[in-house]
């Protein structure tokens, strides 16, 4: 007659053996599954608490910050490199968005405002957007002005990468914004220049 022992847990040894030893084949059975069971769940939260672990040291990055941490720990914990910003690389990008962005804002000036077309005087409307688009060229080419405004964007992204190194997204708006910024200051100040200075 076979045992009654329904439940492993509940059963304890003296069920076990005593199904042992009236079947073998039907004992193994049932061990192996259930050690194979508890073998998976001890080893699934050995990895998980060694992946905790390993995490809360990779987000700490110094001992001095996780006394937890002892020195010899902290100095083998593997950190991203730091990639610093160029600033040769964003002075460029600089004088490049400050020449670039100097024609749409005239044309948008000349659109809604006016603008002032060599030979010719301040024009304003529809009429006027492809006329500034080549006073740009004038004044940017022959006379200087977008060397001007490339030197100034130069600078701007210069020293927005010395002051924001480390970040290179904050570093790319502050350069971009301050191109912008010197366009459209000097587009506005050919605008409004016969307001200043008197007609020209």
């Known amino acids: 007659m076979q045992p009654e022992c329904s439940n492993y847990e509940n059963g304890g040894r003296s069920c076990v053996a005593a199904l042992f030893m009236w079947n073998p084949v039907q004992s193994l059975a ?6 194979y069971g508890r073998l998976s769940t001890t080893s699934f ?11 809360l040291l990779l987000v700490t990055p ?52 006016r603008f002032p077309v060599p030979f010719v005087g301040y024009l ?21 002005g977008l060397v001007l405004l490339g030197v100034l ?10 002051t924001f190194r480390a970040d290179r997204r904050r570093c790319q708006f502050v350069t971009r914004a301050w191109a912008l910024i010197v366009s459209a200051m000097g587009i506005l100040t050919l605008a409004v220049l016969d307001k200043i200075i008197g007609p020209w």
């Open 153 to 162: 964007g130069a600078l701007g992204g210069f020293i927005s990468a010395m």
């Open 30 to 35: 049932v061990l192996i599954p259930e050690l």
């Open 45 to 55: 939260l050995a990895k998980s608490h060694r992946d905790f672990y390993r995490d």
């Open 124 to 144: 304003s409307g529809i009429k006027a957007v492809v006329p500034a688009l080549f006073a740009v060229l004038f004044y940017g080419v022959p006379l200087g």
């Open 62 to 113: 110094n001992s001095e910050d996780n006394p937890y941490t002892s020195p010899e720990t902290a100095s083998k914990v593997r950190r991203p490199p730091v990639e610093h910003v160029s600033p040769w690389k964003s002075a460029l990008a600089g004088a490049t968005w400050s020449v670039i962005s100097t024609f749409p804002i005239a044309a948008v000036t000349a659109l809604l405002y």
